[in-house]
């Protein structure tokens, strides 16, 4: 086979792996995205044929949802019928549950093997003290130089000096057909490994220049050392259609999500008319659109006069910002957009000595850790330095252990926060000097756009959100994904700034008739998801407004009383018990994250203000009265939708096969080259999350494994307008992916319910959550 051929063959084929992020930069992403193109069944089918994984909820958490009504016997038995299906849900329920255990051929299981340690101490990111040689090269040829020492297998020195050299060599005897096979069936083999060496191959990461690795360079090392030890691996696809059991599963889940949508619209927004708010409100927060927020949106409402937004965590900037504490640059805007800005940290005027002292605190901090690390690591002071500190690493433990809280405070209370003392400045990425002044205006007025936002307040807080733990690998999958696994604060921090400008004020009012008051002042802060904590910055800058920020950070401890108090279900020292799950090392479940993660609701708040959502829906502020054309609305379809689908595809195939799409059980767990989780001593690199922030335990569920089902409030025809503009999210709907519900103001504010090809369909609302018309 030609070489243009086979290369052409792996460039589609690799597409449907999805990249792998970074522990300390992760993603939610659908893991089946390069599926698709195709239906949402058959995709599953697919896909389990290419993992050797399942792609449904079991039997016993249908069973589950049937018995906890949350799964409408009515709504399934209809189903079940329209598809043919006589039977009674306990005899389906029976087939279901007969699972085949999946087998692995022995000899791919030892190429796996071999190939875990080849990948490992080459891609390693600043772990190993001696770091493999030549990685500069490239994984091929960094490979080649080594593998002739490799006791497992002998390289001769024909063995060609080029990986697609070697890949020629192989495939020079294959027909077409052979080797799409044989690229799929490997690539598919460590589908977690490859989906990292896609995510450095496309990255802008030092590593990528380092150590610089490809999916063809992969390959030719896999196929070289299979053909060497000469082992037999059965590459045929072995792709049928779906089977009864899956064409069941599939049933059961389409049941299970209408009878949320159901749940949804009768016991919350059917004919629920928003509120209007004409009074000026003490303040106004603007949240990212995370489940999360919900709960603190709700409490804050709840303790005065206040208004709150849902707008994505990263406040529509695209940008990159410089870490004041490692002078590293990280992406802070979804995966899907490319970085137009750059935020670098400037002193505050006036605050010169403060940032002195901090960056002498950094510097101290910084040698400690060089120091003590080159004790551990290096071999004439490694065994006199365990032998020395085992006390003190003994009472280290003891501390964390036990006292958490206060061993946390002990260590960390004398940290200077470069809040205090730095400030955001923003800047093109590219050419590095100032933005204009219609680039600023425009960021701020799309904020206004989006949300519907009609009135000001004095105070107005941009609220990121951050999740602090200990010793928590799965750290920034608790941060903001809107601000690429990082906390939101500096987007928060840098747009609170921008609108603050007499400039850009000046030009809004002129140019597009925004009227913000002289004594509004912008803010930002950030909301701590684990102790529900909020946090407001820059307040120096706003000395007018001392009374009104007092009063609102005293609202803001009631909030967070309460809102700890439902989250955690303790009424006394809740408080007490969220911090210690946050500074506690041992804990395996700091929070939830954004299990349970339904639906997306893209309306004013007042649609859903006061109600309990029990933190299943992201909540996207909207008013389609001031979106005069639909371009706010197709830009948050085209944005946070996306986002909140693979989001919630990642919560989905995270939890109905945790093995091959999750990540296993943390106690397992080992982390591997500063940037992934391995179980054990060697594995594939895990593409989803821990089972800990899926289930309440083994047995018993805690995320429901639902596809996202969008809600908008807005005329039909905008929808339709956007849809038939933008096919691929009309690709998303048709294949179901997602669903999309739209309460049409124009039409008595009825409920349609998408259905393929650009129709609509009526949601029948006869059915109850206490409808158990068949026993199950």
């Known amino acids: 086979m030609k070489t243009t051929e086979w290369k052409k063959s792996l460039e589609e084929i690799s597409k449907i792996v999805d990249k792998t992020s970074p522990l300390y930069a992760y993603i939610t992403s659908n893991q089946l995205s390069g599926f698709e193109e195709y239906h949402f069944k058959e995709a599953v089918s ?5 993992y050797n994984a399942h792609g449904y909820p079991n039997a016993e958490v249908f069973r589950e949802a049937l018995d906890s009504r949350e799964l409408y016997s009515a709504e399934l038995e209809n189903l079940l019928i329209e598809n043919g299906y006589q039977d009674s849900i306990e005899a389906y329920l029976k087939i279901l549950g007969q699972v085949s255990a999946i087998k692995e051929q022995p000899d791919n299981l030892k190429l796996n093997r071999l190939m875990l340690k080849w990948l490992s101490i080459f891609m390693d990111e600043g772990v190993a003290e001696w770091p493999m040689p030549n990685r500069e090269k490239g994984f091929y040829k960094a490979w080649l130089g080594l593998a002739k020492y490799d006791k497992d297998y002998q390289i001769y020195k024909d063995t060609p000096q080029t990986a697609t050299a070697a890949l020629d060599q192989l495939f020079q005897n294959f027909s077409k057909e052979e080797v799409q096979n044989s690229i799929q069936f490997h690539l598919t083999s460590l589908p977690g490994w490859v989906g990292y060496i896609k995510q450095r191959q496309t990255s802008d990461s030092g590593w990528r220049k380092k150590a610089p690795i490809t999916i063809l360079e992969y390959l030719a090392v896999r196929l070289t050392i299979a053909e060497k030890l000469n082992l037999l691996i059965d590459v045929a696809p072995a792709f049928e259609t779906a089977n009864e059991q899956q064409e069941l599963s599939y049933l059961f889940l389409k049941a299970w999500e209408i009878s949320w949508q159901k749940e949804l619209t009768e016991k919350y927004i059917h004919n629920r008319v ?252 950030e909301h701590n998801t684990v102790t529900d904590e909020i946090e407001i910055f820059d307040t120096e800058f706003a000395p007018n407004h001392k009374e009104a920020l007092l009063k609102i950070t005293e609202s803001l401890k009631l909030a967070q009383l309460e809102a700890s108090r439902e989250r955690l279900g303790s009424k006394k020292e809740s408080l007490k018990l969220a911090h210690k799950k946050s500074h506690n090392w041992s804990e395996t479940r700091p929070e939830w994250g954004l299990a349970k993660n339904a639906s997306f609701i893209i309306a004013p708040r007042g649609l859903t203000k006061g109600l309990n959502l029990n933190g299943r829906c992201f909540l996207q502020s909207y008013d389609w009265k001031t979106d005069k054309d639909g371009t706010a609305l197709s830009a948050i379809m085209q944005g946070p939708m996306v986002v909140t689908q693979w989001i919630n595809n990642h919560y989905y195939f995270s939890t109905v096969d945790n093995e091959k799409f999750g990540a296993g059980s943390k106690i397992t767990h080992n982390i591997t080259g500063k940037f992934g989780v391995m179980q054990g001593n060697g594995s594939d690199l895990t593409k989803g999350l821990p089972l800990q922030s899926l289930k309440r335990s083994d047995s018993e569920m805690y995320h429901q494994p639902l596809r996202l089902s969008v809600v908008i409030e807005t005329p039909t025809n905008r929808v339709e307008k956007i849809l038939e503009e933008q096919p691929h999210l009309k690709n998303l709907l048709d294949n179901e992916w997602i669903y999309l519900l739209v309460i049409n103001p124009e039409e008595n504010r009825e409920i349609k319910r998408y259905a393929p090809g650009l129709n609509w369909e009526n949601l029948d609302n006869n059915s109850t959550t206490d409808d158990v018309k068949l026993a199950v």
């Open 274 to 525: 928003p509120e209007t708010n004409n009074n000026i409100p003490d303040a106004q927060m603007v949240f990212c659109i995370d489940t999360r927020s919900e709960l603190i949106r709700r409490k804050i409402e709840e303790t005065g006069n206040y208004e709150t937004f849902g707008y994505a965590g990263f406040f529509g900037i695209a940008m990159d910002y410089k870490s004041t504490e490692d002078g590293l640059t990280r992406k802070s805007c979804p995966p899907i957009l490319n970085s137009a800005y750059k935020v670098s940290y400037d002193v505050k005027p006036g605050k010169e000595t403060q940032a002195k002292a901090y960056k002498k605190q950094l510097k101290k901090i910084k040698f400690k850790n060089y120091f003590f690390k080159r004790l551990k690591n290096m071999l004439p002071s490694a065994f006199g330095y365990v032998e020395g500190t085992g006390i003190l690493y003994g009472l280290s433990l003891l501390g964390r252990t036990l006292l958490p809280t206060k061993y946390h405070k002990l260590m960390n209370g004398d940290k200077i926060a470069s809040e205090k003392s730095y400030e955001p400045k923003l800047a093109k990425k590219e050419h590095k000097h100032d933005i204009s002044l219609e680039e600023k205006v425009s960021l701020v007025k799309a904020t206004f756009d989006l949300t519907g936002w009609k009135i000001f307040a004095p105070v107005i807080i941009f609220t990121g959100h951050g999740s602090h733990t200990s010793n928590n690998p799965f750290a920034s999958s608790l941060d903001c994904g809107a601000c690429a696994g990082n906390p939101g604060r500096h987007n928060a921090r840098t747009l609170a700034s921008i609108a603050n400008e007499k400039e850009v004020r000046l030009a809004l009012k002129n140019n597009f008739g925004i009227d913000i008051p002289e004594n509004t002042i912008f803010l930002g802060a």
């Open 46 to 50: 697919r896909a389990s044929t290419f």
